[in-house]
């Protein structure tokens, strides 16, 4: 089983940068996905981390500590755009056999 | 960019009929999910299927649930005997298995919005 923790919501300002924590506890570990949802959209592919350390692309970059069972994903120059719900995917022993959502963190990009 | 395609985007129902949601996975894929969204919630797993079975379902996914590849490209979920709380958005995603190659990882269709009325 799995058990993902993120904070429900947060706010940030425009032009900000944002860093979106995600703990989770999982029996086994084959990676973790960064997924972002905007309301009444699919979710879409942002990051895959399956080593330490930091992954960037662009403006977005993906961070994972295995043995802290810790990752988050930092949001830099944000634009209203990035106002969404942010998904963190980890991969247990089932592997790619079942990947679980949690309900993420909403995230308010204001002027 | 890859895609997968889902159709219909919108399927309206009667209570009790069948549906069936199809899905057309990334070519090279090989591992594929049926997901569905309850408006205001998050998005739970049905299913997946691998290698031309199912490998792992949800406690969702009962008798009422079926899903097929019934001609080696499409994936189908077929809901028999719909009820209200169906009503969702349902998400196919497929799944390459490169760990480097951002083309295959799991890629989400766009959906099929179903109301059951």
């Known amino acids: 089983g799995q058990n993902i923790d993120q904070p429900t919501e947060m706010t940030a300002t425009e032009g900000a940068i944002v860093q979106i924590n995600c703990t989770y506890q999982?029996?086994?570990?084959?990676?973790l996905f960064w997924y972002q949802q905007h309301a009444g959209e699919a979710p879409t592919f942002l990051s895959y981390?399956?080593?330490?350390g930091l992954e960037e692309k662009g403006r977005f970059s993906s961070f994972l500590s295995r043995s802290k069972g810790y990752s988050y994903l930092l949001l830099k120059e944000l634009q209203m755009k990035d106002s969404a719900s942010y998904l963190c995917?980890?991969?247990?022993?089932?592997?790619?056999?079942?990947?679980?959502f949690g309900a993420g963190t909403r995230l308010a990009v204001h002027p | 960019e890859p895609e997968v395609t889902q159709t219909p985007s919108h399927q309206v129902t009667q209570m009790g009929q069948e549906v069936i949601l199809r899905c057309v996975p990334i070519?090279?894929?090989?591992?594929f999910y049926w997901y569905r969204q309850i408006l205001g919630q998050k998005v739970e797993f049905l299913v997946s299927?691998?290698?031309?079975?199912?490998?792992?379902k949800s406690e969702i996914f009962d008798d009422q649930f079926s899903v097929e590849r019934p001609d080696g490209s499409n994936f189908t979920l077929k809901i028999r005997s719909t009820k209200l709380e169906d009503s969702a958005m349902y998400f196919c995603?497929?799944?390459?298995?490169?760990?480097?190659?951002?083309?295959?990882?799991?890629?989400f269709g766009s959906g099929t919005q179903l109301s059951v009325l």
């Open positions: 995917v980890p991969l247990d022993s089932g592997g790619y056999n079942k990947l679980i």
């Open positions: 999982t029996s086994g570990f084959n990676g």
């Open positions: 981390n399956v080593l330490d």
């Open positions: 070519s090279n894929h090989l591992y």
């Open positions: 299927f691998y290698n031309n079975e199912i490998s792992e």
């Open positions: 995603a497929t799944l390459g298995q490169g760990v480097k190659d951002i083309n295959e990882k799991l890629f």
